[in-house]
């Protein structure tokens, strides 16, 4: 039996996407409230957690790595604990396959365990002896647990869980649960306490937020909460607000219609295509088709002419011939994306299209992926120089990593806008004239009229 002496500090180290990041905050929220400190890193920690992704195999072998190299060091510090959770640890057979690969492994919950960290931890500490805390459904929402935010403009706030689309390369419903919507009424009310402490930016998390809504007895849906937030006090608090991810089928008319009447609301449509050969977004089960997807970006660029439209697409999803892939570039060309982020296909077990016939080989998924990657760098470079010129409004975040004296920060429709600016500016939005671009952000000047 392990003996735990008090412990006082932790560490968390965060996989994956947003919606992690953010849980992150929470489970640093709770061991807060509970009278731990946080430590700079895992040397100096008493609790470590992993919060964990397996969308990708890429992102699972990373914590296997992580806790080969923990071993070693709680061999040092026996007293430590080391927790590992998300959405890894909640796949089926997960929790007992750490156990027998890692022993050094104190603890083991899944996507919803940050409300029982209080009862893990003193389990553990109490116990002296391992405990898996895996529940199979990671249902529910929990309100009001606290919540550490790591920036102080920028706030994540979740406003569903889960998936329920059951695309047919994703794990994530499998790991996260079906969709459920947080009340309107406590997204309100945070938003509202966010802006009061002085964040001007709030992200609206969901796997599909498009969906919100659905599970509940208010009729409100997304364009509903949006139009509820973007009035929320006038130009005090809160002054932007984003969302991520929208799937484009449930993108309704309506919902662009109210974007384009908000003023907090960015024009920045995050919107993954995945495919653009019709016969793979059948198998995938993505719900639209090529001529759908091309039609949604047409309305949005009408009805707002300078939105930025970015996108997810994976290549080689099995039985992907090169007529499919060049479907998709013919579709990368007509969508004319700001940015993509492109993924090559990862058989993830358990999922439909793991057992599916034709699987593609490493070589040409690769040789694929660089294709398009020169091809979106093409039209990102172009979609930049036409903002040269304009004046837009920054959302200052920091000091940039480019140059001294020089300012970085977002304009509405997502991209980091670099400036000459004195650090007052921090935390503020100012307009910029656009004078240059790269591939991965545009320079500018301030305009002080
Ligand atoms: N809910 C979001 C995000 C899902 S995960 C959405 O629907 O867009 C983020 C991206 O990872 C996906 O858009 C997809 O492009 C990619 N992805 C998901 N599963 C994958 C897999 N098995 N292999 C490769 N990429 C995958
Ligand atoms: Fe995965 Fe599809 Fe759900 Fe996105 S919408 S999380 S890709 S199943
Ligand atoms: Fe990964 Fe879970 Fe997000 S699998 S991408 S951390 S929802």
């Known amino acids: 039996m392990t003996e735990f002496h008090h412990p006082q500090t932790y560490h968390i180290i965060t996989f994956g996407c947003q919606m992690n990041e953010h849980d992150s905050e929470v489970l640093a929220g709770m061991l807060d409230s509970m009278g731990f400190y ?46 590992v959770g998300g959405c890894m640890s909640q796949q089926e057979g997960m929790a007992a396959r750490i156990r027998q690969g890692f022993p050094h492994v104190d603890l083991v919950f899944g996507t919803g365990g940050a409300r029982e960290l ?36 920028r706030a994540w706030v979740a406003i569903m869980y889960g998936c329920d689309n059951f695309c047919t390369y994703c794990i994530v419903p499998y790991v ?21 402490e002085g964040y001007k930016e709030v992200v609206l998390l969901g796997q599909n937020v ?3 809504g659905k599970d509940l007895d208010d009729s409100i849906d997304f364009a509903g909460l949006l139009e509820r937030l973007d009035k929320l006090e006038g130009n005090r608090g809160v002054v932007r607000i984003r969302y991520m991810t929208s799937h484009p089928r449930d993108f309704t008319d309506g919902l662009i219609e109210t974007i384009a009447a908000s003023d907090k609301v960015c024009e920045h449509f995050h919107l993954p295509v995945q495919a653009g050969s019709n016969r793979i977004l059948k198998k995938m089960n993505r719900g639209y088709t090529r001529e759908n997807y091309l039609e949604l970006v047409r309305k949005i ?10 996108t997810d ?29 492109t993924f090559i296909y990862n058989t993830r077990p358990g999922t439909p299209a793991a057992s599916l016939e034709g699987q593609v080989s490493e070589e ?63 935390g503020r939005t100012v307009r910029v004239r656009i004078t240059g671009s790269r591939l991965a952000h545009l320079t500018g000047w301030q305009l002080l009229h």
Not at 302 to 307: H, M, N, Q, S, T
Not at 381 to 388: G, K, Q, T
């Open 118 to 153: 209080p009862d893990l931890i003193g389990k553990v500490t109490g116990r002296g002896s391992p405990v898996l805390a895996v529940r199979p459904d990671s249902g529910g929402i929990a309100e009001k647990l606290p919540v550490k935010r790591k920036e102080g403009i």
């Open 38 to 83: 946080q430590a700079d890193g895992v040397e100096g920690a008493d609790i470590v957690l992993l919060n964990t992704c397996c969308v990708r195999e890429t992102a699972e072998n990373k914590v296997f790595s992580l806790l080969g190299r923990l071993r070693r060091l709680k061999e040092k510090k026996p007293g430590m604990i080391i927790g």
């Open 301 to 310: 660029k009408e009805l707002i002419p300078r939105a930025t439209i970015t």
């Open 364 to 426: 040409v998924k690769k040789a694929r992926i660089q294709e398009l990657i020169k091809l979106q760098n093409k039209i990102s470079l172009e979609r930049n120089r036409e903002e040269e010129g304009r004046e837009q409004e920054v959302l200052v975040e920091g000091e940039s990593k480019t140059g001294p004296g020089l300012l970085a920060g977002k304009n509405r429709g997502n991209k980091t806008v670099v400036f000459p600016g004195g650090k007052e500016l921090i």
């Open 176 to 196: 996260r649960g079906r969709e459920r919507s947080r009340r309107p009424e406590d997204i309100v009310e945070e938003v509202a306490g966010l802006g009061r």
């Open 313 to 341: 697409i994976m290549v080689g999803f099995p039985g992907e011939d090169e007529s499919d892939f060049n479907d998709t570039l013919d579709l990368v060309r007509q969508a004319r994306f700001d940015s993509s982020y």
């Open 210 to 212: 498009n969906s919100y």
